[in-house]
């Protein structure tokens, strides 16, 4: 049974750092990606970075691109996000999501191809 448990969430003062967590249990390779979405209030959830299970393909949005760094431990026990040089609209809640086994290997941001979901952690970039 696949199960993610999202951590790490916080305050910051904007240009503060923050690293997420997410403990996997139940996953293979066949679940290819595990991405990190965001939801700010009135907004709709968004794709920030994927990571390939096995840590050697990663992919970011734009807006984060050269500040947030996905990675993965040695046994893909635990997926990380971290993100640098935070600024006030990357607040939200960030959720990590992986594929089902029989979902495509590309869009590795596109929210609909994702099953199986954490249950999110608030980060909040504020002055």
């Known amino acids: 049974q696949v199960h993610l448990v999202d951590s790490g969430g916080g305050s910051v003062p904007p240009g503060g750092s923050l690293r997420l967590s997410c403990a996997v249990s139940g996953i293979t390779v066949q679940n290819k990606y595990i991405g990190w979405f965001r939801q700010a209030p009135g907004k709709e959830r968004e794709g920030v970075a994927a990571?390939?299970?096995?840590?050697?393909?990663?992919e970011y949005t734009d807006s984060v691109q050269g500040r947030f760094i996905a990675s993965r431990d040695a046994v893909g026990e635990s997926f990380y996000l971290q993100m640098n040089g935070l600024k006030p609209e990357d607040s939200g809640m960030y959720y990590c999501?992986?594929?089902?086994?029989?979902?495509?290997?590309?869009?590795?941001?596109?929210?609909?191809?994702?099953?199986?979901w954490g249950q999110g952690t608030q980060v909040t970039v504020s002055s």
């Open positions: 990571i390939s299970i096995g840590g050697g393909t990663t």
């Open positions: 999501a992986t594929k089902s086994t029989t979902a495509a290997w590309n869009q590795r941001l596109l929210l609909h191809t994702y099953t199986y």
